[in-house]
């Protein structure tokens, strides 16, 4: 009897370790995923990269763009230290001064009166990196929302096992284009989406909220001209690291990005439009009317 119940009982848990690992709902599944890299990403570069971007951008206006590799902050490093090879602590003012301090902490340099080009490249992969500030926690996140989703488990996703935004990324994440997603696309799928939102909320605590109008005369597919021209990719959407390349206010994008997940589709600048085109509408019904001559006799 006693043998039995624990075969009952270790089947039981064995069940539920099951249907922890195969929810009914894969989109929500891997949303809680993508949510939890985001959060963990969010934690590990905010404190550094958004006093970069924030000191950066006051600094030197539209020449901070939004580097996205360890070797893109080469830029940032040219920035504030000029054509040398070395960025004095004695240059650094202001805000730059906390910063030179926070790099030669990370690399635990010691009273160093410079940092080298190479040296800052190395703080920029462990701390500011938005692909690589979750560290390999990241792909164990990829890897498990993989596993769930290859429900025949013969290690590709084949178009029915694809969730929503894979299916809407398909052209981007299928990279050798066989119609099916491998563990290594999966992953970099999974990466781009994870670095993308914790873009948009590292952002929006640099730039903070704000409103703003789309401009732009409205284009072929019901969205203004620059839409196109932003789209440098030519995917049908435009990345957050497109916006910033062009120079525009982050603000608008971050008001524009409703579902925040660093992607602006035509569809969604379409819903936009026409929230902002009710709210405006509502807003004329409620102002009061303006008093005739008539009335103020």
């Keep these: 009897m006693r ?6 009982c270790a089947l039981l848990v064995t069940a539920a370790a099951l249907g922890a690992e195969t929810p009914d ?21 905010k404190s550094d990269r958004v006093l970069w971007v924030k000191e950066l951008e006051a600094a030197f206006p539209n020449r901070v763009g939004n580097p996205t ?32 301090d926070k790099v030669v ?34 792909h164990e996140d990829a890897d498990r929302a993989f596993r769930v989703l290859d429900r025949d488990g013969d290690g590709v ?3 029915a096992e694809f969730t929503t935004k894979l299916r809407d990324d398909r052209l981007r994440a299928d990279a050798d284009g066989n119609g099916r997603i491998d563990r290594d696309e999966y992953r970099a799928h999974f990466s781009t989406r994870a670095s993308a939102a914790a873009d948009v909320v590292a ?14 005369r409205t284009g ?25 390349k062009a120079g525009r206010a982050i603000n608008l994008y971050l008001e524009m990005d409703l579902d925040a997940d660093g992607l602006l589709t035509k569809e969604e600048y379409q819903r936009f439009a026409r929230q902002k085109e009710q709210a405006e509408a509502n807003d004329r019904r409620t102002e009061p009317p303006t008093p005739t001559k008539q009335a103020m006799k």
Excluded: C, M
């Design 157 to 159: 996703l084949a178009p």
């Design 105 to 138: 902490q990370r690399l635990e340099l010691g009273p160093v009166p410079s940092i080298r080009r190479d040296e800052f490249q190395k703080y920029a992969r462990r701390a500011l990196v938005p692909g690589q500030a979750g560290g390999t926690e990241a």
């Design 69 to 100: 590799k360890d070797e893109d902050y080469v830029a940032w490093f040219a920035l504030v230290a000029g054509k040398g090879d070395e960025w004095r602590r004695a240059d650094a003012t202001g805000g730059f001064a906390e910063l030179f």
């Design 203 to 216: 952002a929006k605590a640099a730039e903070g909220t704000g409103t703003g109008k789309p401009t732009g």
């Design 3 to 8: 043998l039995l119940l624990s075969v009952n």
């Design 25 to 45: 709902n894969p989109d929500q599944y891997e949303e809680k995923l993508v949510a939890r890299a985001t959060e963990r990403a969010v934690r590990a570069i």
């Design 220 to 244: 072929k597919g019901g969205v203004p001209d620059w839409f196109a021209d932003l789209d440098a990719d030519r995917d049908g959407q435009i990345a957050l690291s497109e916006w910033r």
